[in-house]
């Protein structure tokens, strides 16, 4: 078991989070400028960070999500989790409170794009009920590898919110103020 919570972005998390995606995506043309992203009033930047077994002090941060989001529409720009704190449930935590707070500033679209060999982010989205809706052949200039493009929409309905809600609560503190202690414990 990992124990882990989530918060919104802050300025000591930068260095880090600009380490950890260098890492993620060695690959990537442009990389997350974090402090500019931080700043946007139409993003959203979610940090996981780990936590003691004590499950009060909150450590390093082990993942983190970025969208872009306009009035109704909203684009997954970045996400990922460090290699060794992978296969626990912070890339399921990351997406679930994306989501739950995309619902509730009525987004009624989310797209994104994946690469089509990634099949651990492929089934993550299938999980929460991304569809695949397109394909942009040999996207990606390193390898000439395809984009699986994929979409969810109109998932603000009860149902899918509840199923947002019991994901979260099954996985992590969570907290998505500037307050670093966990603000729900289910663990
Ligand atoms: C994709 C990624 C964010 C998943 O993070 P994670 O914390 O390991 O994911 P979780 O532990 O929450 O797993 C969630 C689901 O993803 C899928 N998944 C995760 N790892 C998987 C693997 N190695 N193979 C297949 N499916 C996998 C499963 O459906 C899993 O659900 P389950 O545990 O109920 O089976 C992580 O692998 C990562 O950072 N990859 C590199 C960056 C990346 O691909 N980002 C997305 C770009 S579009």
Redesign the pocket.
Known sequence: MKYFTIKSISPNDFQTLTRMDKE?FPLKSQQTVFSITSNKQNTICYVAHALLTNRTCSLNPI?YINVLFTDFECEILS???AKNH???????ALIALTLKTLAGINCQSVF?E?RKS????R??YS?FGFKKTGVRSRYYSDNQEDAILMSLHDFENFEYLTFLQSTLDKLCFYNTGTDSKPANSIL
């Open positions: 993620i993942g996400f990922g989790v992978r296969g626990y449930g912070v890339g399921k994104l994946v990634n099949q651990p982010a089934a993550l999980k």
